[in-house]
């Protein structure tokens, strides 16, 4: 089929998404208008994104990649750019394509500088086949959805595809084993920046091949090219974190919880600066910095009758192990909530490589979700005292809940993705919690 | 001097993990954990050794158990697994139990052969503590899995391997794939053809669950455990814990109705 005009495709994907609502196949965001889009149109996407005078930046890893999105989004709007990007869960090629079609005006045009795309690895691998980015942020491989990707090596090597097709600059996490590895940044044709932490902060951060040994990682072939990374997070106190960018530094403090944030504000400093330049300097973005606010569902803070409740999306072992850090200065009356939904991965076997030591003193109030007993009995093992198995989510909240009211005391629930939406729909009852896409 | 439950003290059980830091994806971690939290409940003292490689072999063990891995870190232990081979059948003859998960597993057999795709690699010779062998494939064997066997009853766990296994004539399967819904039974276990999974030779065990597998197959740590206890005294006088099971029943009965 010959390519067709944008005008043409934008009024037959729009129609598209009216019929997909109206025969109510999703809401918003669905695929449906992305595919039709594919079909009667493949080079749209890669017509309307080239067009932009700033290109696109593509931002991957296992985990921190909604967050830091989100990061690089704000910053960039702070220095006066108009950004596109995509929402969350749409982060795949016909989702990106989707949310093109909500944004571009009836001729196909994007009113945008610069386009910021959270893109899950697996796809990212195709949406580099179709479009370029200008520049790249790379997170992280750690153990996720083993059960989708197979093998961490393998996640490893679809990072390396888009790194590959990067045109201008690869920003990467220079303390991961595998990111930083020479057969990783080796034969790129972009420039490679790293980004990482200061020597402070070494036995605060394991890396996932060290998870069950507590040893600090071993860095002594760390760095890109031998450089140490030219953006650090080189301390945290409580809610401050301390950056450096090409020598600068700043304190800032951080309405982002959780340390890990930090070092994922460290990596969209250094893809800001990779991108903008000179005028992006710390002094500048750190004020922007500071005012980002947690992403839906990524460790968000719900006012209940004037008690916190806490959100932890927790999906793979480091992440979990890091959120029972961040959480370790404050205490909590905890539940958690595991579901084997196709989302949330359906091998349990990652509970087993989080060290939940940490919560054998204050003990767990409630495990819940489909797989609470695998919980329960992950648990009984590490010898963590669980009150009550309750399966059916919204009874375990009513617990937490009515022990709240009782205690006045923080709350806080580790959950999974498709427990986490699960359970806000039940908040919505008692609080006032965001809609969610 | 034993008594009937809890009490009993003697020499400590001496359970080693081969190669945890390459060999530990996958929860297999639990397994361990489990072994040694179930004999301290029985009344057992525990000591846990680890192999990595080019360490020295401890001597005198009691239990082995060994998890899955990347394929790289399967490369990276197969010549110092075959420099201990010899140590170690000696032990698989003297009736040690030993739990091998997947990677392990493959490598307790006599090789692995890379899948065709895999231009490069060359076949894994392993040290035949099993009569297994396992040839590499582009498909991949990825879900829930539950397999039943005449020793332990019901296993439970999860698998996700593209090596293929077949049985050699002195090898038993640990169990036959249970049908999985509507879904060919057959798709997953050694092969994804046979209907076979796992191997059981003597007091070794080799496996393609994960889960981590122990947890929620108590039978198979406690014949474990017996048998490592038998091992050190001479005597068959490991009494499971007294604990309630019903929370590992539940789980049980759980993961069996998930889909794969």
């Known amino acids: ?88 869960g749409s982060n795949f090629v016909r989702g990106v394509s989707a949310a093109l079609l909500t944004e571009v005006d009836a001729r196909g045009r994007l009113d945008a500088d ?231 991965g359906r091998d349990m076997s990652w509970l087993w490589d989080v060290d939940f030591t940490a919560l054998r003193e204050s003990g767990v109030l409630a495990v819940t979700g489909v797989r609470a007993y695998d919980m329960a009995l992950r648990l009984r093992y590490e010898e963590v005292p669980v009150e009550s198995v309750e399966p059916d989510l919204g009874a375990a909240l009513r617990l937490l809940l009515e022990r709240g009211r009782a205690d006045r005391e923080p709350m806080r629930i580790y959950c999974t993705y498709t427990a986490m939406l699960a359970l806000r729909a039940e908040l919505a009852q008692f609080a006032d919690v965001e809609a969610v896409l | 001097m034993s008594t009937e439950n809890g009490q009993a003290r003697g020499p400590a059980l001496r359970i080693l993990q081969l190669y945890p830091e390459q060999m530990n994806i996958y929860g297999d971690w639990g397994n361990t954990l489990t072994l040694q939290r179930r004999a ?27 998890g899955g891995g990347q394929d790289s870190g399967q490369v990276a232990i197969a010549p110092d697994l075959r420099r201990h081979g010899a140590q170690l059948r000696e032990w698989a003859e003297a009736d040690v139990p030993m739990l091998m998960i997947c990677g392990s597993y493959q490598l307790f057999g006599h090789v ?37 066997t005449e020793q332990f009853g019901e296993v439970v766990g999860y698998e996700n391997h593209s090596g293929l296994t077949s049985l050699g004539p002195d090898a038993t399967a640990l169990g036959r794939v249970a049908p999985f819904g509507e879904e060919d039974s057959t798709a997953g276990g050694n092969n994804g053809a046979d209907g076979t999974e796992g191997a059981i030779s003597r007091n070794v065990i080799g496996t393609y669950l994960h889960g981590a597998l122990l947890p929620k197959n108590p039978v198979l740590a406690d014949w474990l455990l017996g048998k490592a206890v038998l091992h050190r005294t001479g005597e068959d006088r490991y009494r499971a814990p007294e604990i309630d099971e019903s929370i590992t029943r539940e789980a049980r009965r759980v993961a069996m109705s998930r889909p794969r």
């Open chain 1, 1 to 88: 089929m010959l390519p067709m005009h944008s005008a043409l495709t934008v009024a037959v994907g729009r129609t598209a998404r009216r019929l997909a609502r109206l025969r109510g196949r999703g809401r918003g965001g669905s695929a449906f208008p992305g595919l039709v889009v594919e079909r009667i149109d493949p080079g749209f996407l890669a017509r309307t994104l080239d067009a932009l005078p700033h290109g696109v930046v593509v931002v991957s890893g296992t985990n921190g990649k909604t967050t830091t999105t989100k990061i690089v989004v704000e910053l960039l709007r702070a220095q006066g750019l108009k950004v596109f990007t995509n929402p969350t």
């Open chain 1, 114 to 344: 610069i386009a910021v795309l959270e893109l899950d690895e697996a796809h990212a691998v195709h949406f580099v086949r179709l479009v370029k980015p200008r520049a790249s942020l790379l997170l992280n491989v750690m153990r996720d959805q083993l059960d989708r990707f197979g093998e961490i090596d393998h996640t490893a090597s679809l990072l390396r595809a888009v790194a590959a097709a990067t045109t201008e600059v690869v920003v990467l996490n220079a303390d991961d084993p595998r990111l930083s590895a020479p057969r990783f940044t080796e034969g790129l044709s972009a420039r490679v920046e790293g980004f990482g932490i200061g020597e402070s902060l070494r036995r605060t951060f394991l890396s996932d091949d060290d998870l069950r040994r507590e040893a600090p990682m071993d860095l002594s072939g760390s760095g890109v090219e031998g450089r140490a990374p030219s953006t650090r997070l080189e301390s945290i106190e409580g809610r401050t974190a301390r950056f450096t960018l090409q020598g600068e530094q700043a304190e800032v403090e951080m309405a982002l919880p959780g340390i890990h944030n930090m070092l994922n504000a460290a990596g969209a400093l250094a893809l800001v600066r990779a991108v903008l330049g000179e005028r992006a300097a710390l002094a500048q973005l750190a004020p922007a910095l500071s005012q980002v606010r947690a992403a839906f569902g990524r460790g968000e803070l719900i006012d209940v009758g004037g008690v916190p409740l806490e959100l932890a999306l927790v999906k793979n072992p480091a992440g979990f192990r890091m959120a029972l850090l961040s959480s370790a200065a404050q205490r909590a009356t905890t539940v958690i909530a595991i579901n084997d939904q196709y989302a949330d």
């Open chain 2, 40 to 66: 301290q409940w029985a009344g057992f003292e525990v000591e846990l050794l680890e192999h990595e490689i080019g360490g020295q072999m401890p001597s005198d063990v009691d239990l082995v158990v060994g």
């Open chain 2, 112 to 148: 692995f052969v890379p899948a065709a795709q895999d231009a490069g690699s060359e076949p894994l010779q392993g040290i035949s503590i099993l009569d297994v062998e396992t040839r590499g494939s582009a498909q991949r064997l990825i879900g829930n899995l539950t397999v039943r």
